[in-house]
């Protein structure tokens, strides 16, 4: 289930998508033609639709219209669809619900927020809007943190089984990877939206791992929200994917995230570095000496925040890793808190 996910994070489109722009009129007049039920297999209906979303310029016209029909046929992807069900007549109700689902589209809902779901390194959670769609970029991310848990050095009775603050838990994505694949792990998940936490709740009982999280409404750029979280300190490591779009372009977001995601999950500031300046001040405060400090950001990042840290020594962070992601554009930090001088 990766393409889609890695064409939105491709945030920026034409000036054609903005709020306002001339996409949203071509639907209001536009009845989708109705194909006979009955006489449709899901292979026609694939290619039926995929026509329909070409015409219509909507992005990964297949892939979409696969997702779709797959769902409505009980599976995950149009591959893993049972042989006998490609060229099979589907049922009047099953031509409906596609059409129902395929028209969201059309309406440049993002695939994930139709389904209802979408994995995140092979978890399976439930999606609604306007919680932030999980991107492939940040599964880079979960992968890097759980390498450097692995080779930390053994510390009497916590190998293994760090405790973990996520800032900006949304649908609980990052967390609840954690969790899954640190068995002995515990994480504090904060965000400021109620639809993140309630989202992140549910999941955490969908998979079971509800135990070792704690789930906390809270706004971290507020004066003194670390205290909220001091109960819990010291903590092995922060991670987050915070909000860091830098503000003048949200407006060229693609449709899909502008009209259906949280522009606050999104709007980092005027440079994107509200939430992440708000995260490096309350980490120190929290984390273990030598604790450290995972985020996403965007490839103007790593420079912005070295120059901060640097104008801030009273916070004893430094920038240990800068890591590329897969297309080779720096967009993980790995800060560190130093030990204190003997
Ligand atoms: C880019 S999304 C990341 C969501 C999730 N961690 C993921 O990677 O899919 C950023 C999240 O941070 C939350 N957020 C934004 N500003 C915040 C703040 N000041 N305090 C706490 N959470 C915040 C948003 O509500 C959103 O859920």
């Given at each position: 289930?990766?393409?889609?996910?890695?064409?939105?994070?491709?945030?920026?489109?034409?000036?054609?998508?903005?709020?306002?722009?001339?996409?949203?009129?071509?639907?209001?007049?536009?009845?989708?033609?109705?194909?006979?039920?009955?006489?449709?297999?899901?292979t026609?209906?694939?290619?039926?639709?995929?026509k329909?979303?070409?015409?219509?310029?909507?992005?990964?016209?297949?892939?979409?219209?696969?997702?779709?029909?797959?769902h409505?046929?009980?599976?995950?992807?149009?591959?893993?669809?049972?042989?006998?069900?490609?060229?099979?007549?589907?049922?009047?109700?099953?031509?409906?619900?596609?059409?129902?689902?395929?028209?969201?589209r059309?309406q440049?809902?993002?695939?994930?927020?139709?389904?209802?779901?979408?994995?995140?390194?092979?978890?399976?959670l439930?999606?609604?809007?306007?919680?932030?769609?999980?991107?492939?970029?940040?599964?880079?991310?979960?992968?890097?943190?759980?390498?450097?848990?692995?080779?930390?050095?053994?510390?009497?009775?916590?190998?293994?089984?760090?405790?973990?603050?996520?800032?900006?838990?949304?649908?609980?994505a990052?967390?609840?990877?954690?969790?899954?694949q640190?068995?002995?792990?515990?994480?504090?998940?904060?965000?400021?939206?109620?639809?993140?936490?309630?989202?992140?709740?549910?999941?955490?009982?969908?998979?079971?791992?509800?135990?070792?999280?704690?789930?906390?409404?809270?706004?971290?750029?507020?004066?003194?929200?670390?205290?909220?979280?001091?109960?819990?300190?010291?903590?092995?490591?922060?991670?987050?994917?915070?909000?860091?779009?830098f503000?003048?372009?949200?407006?060229?977001?693609?449709?899909?995230?502008?009209?259906?995601?949280?522009?606050?999950?999104?709007?980092?500031?005027?440079?994107?570095?509200?939430?992440?300046?708000?995260?490096?001040?309350?980490?120190?405060?929290?984390?273990?000496?030598?604790?450290?400090?995972?985020?996403?950001?965007?490839?103007?990042?790593?420079?912005?925040?070295?120059?901060?840290?640097?104008?801030?020594?009273?916070?004893?962070?430094?920038?240990?890793?800068?890591?590329?992601?897969?297309?080779?554009?720096?967009?993980?930090?790995?800060?560190?808190?130093?030990?204190?001088?003997?």
């Amino acid at each position: 289930m990766k393409l889609w996910g890695r064409m939105l994070w491709t945030l920026l489109s034409s000036p054609r998508g903005r709020r306002g722009g001339t996409w949203s009129w071509a639907f209001s007049s536009w009845q989708p033609p109705s194909p006979l039920a009955g006489e449709l297999s899901a292979t026609a209906l694939v290619s039926h639709w995929t026509k329909i979303f070409e015409k219509r310029g909507i992005p990964e016209a297949q892939e979409s219209s696969e997702y779709i029909v797959a769902h409505v046929l009980g599976a995950k992807t149009f591959q893993s669809l049972k042989p006998v069900f490609w060229n099979k007549p589907l049922t009047p109700q099953q031509v409906h619900c596609i059409q129902e689902l395929c028209s969201r589209r059309l309406q440049r809902m993002p695939v994930q927020y139709i389904l209802g779901e979408w994995d995140f390194r092979g978890l399976n959670l439930k999606m609604t809007p306007p919680v932030f769609i999980p991107r492939p970029e940040t599964e880079e991310l979960v992968e890097w943190v759980l390498e450097e848990v692995a080779q930390r050095p053994p510390v009497a009775g916590t190998q293994g089984r760090p405790l973990i603050l996520e800032v900006g838990c949304g649908s609980g994505a990052i967390s609840l990877s954690l969790l899954n694949q640190l068995p002995e792990s515990q994480v504090i998940a904060v965000d400021k939206e109620e639809a993140a936490i309630h989202l992140t709740r549910d999941n955490a009982q969908r998979l079971q791992l509800q135990d070792r999280i704690r789930i906390i409404s809270l706004d971290v750029t507020s004066e003194g929200s670390w205290t909220h979280l001091l109960p819990w300190a010291p903590l092995d490591l922060v991670i987050s994917n915070p909000p860091y779009v830098f503000h003048q372009d949200m407006e060229q977001l693609a449709p899909e995230i502008f009209s259906y995601e949280d522009p606050g999950a999104l709007d980092g500031g005027e440079e994107g570095m509200d939430v992440i300046t708000s995260i490096l001040t309350l980490a120190p405060r929290l984390l273990k000496d030598s604790g450290s400090i995972f985020l996403e950001v965007d490839p103007r990042h790593p420079a912005l925040v070295s120059n901060w840290l640097q104008s801030r020594p009273d916070l004893s962070l430094h920038l240990v890793t800068v890591r590329r992601d897969l297309c080779g554009r720096p967009r993980f930090l790995h800060v560190q808190k130093s030990r204190p001088q003997v």
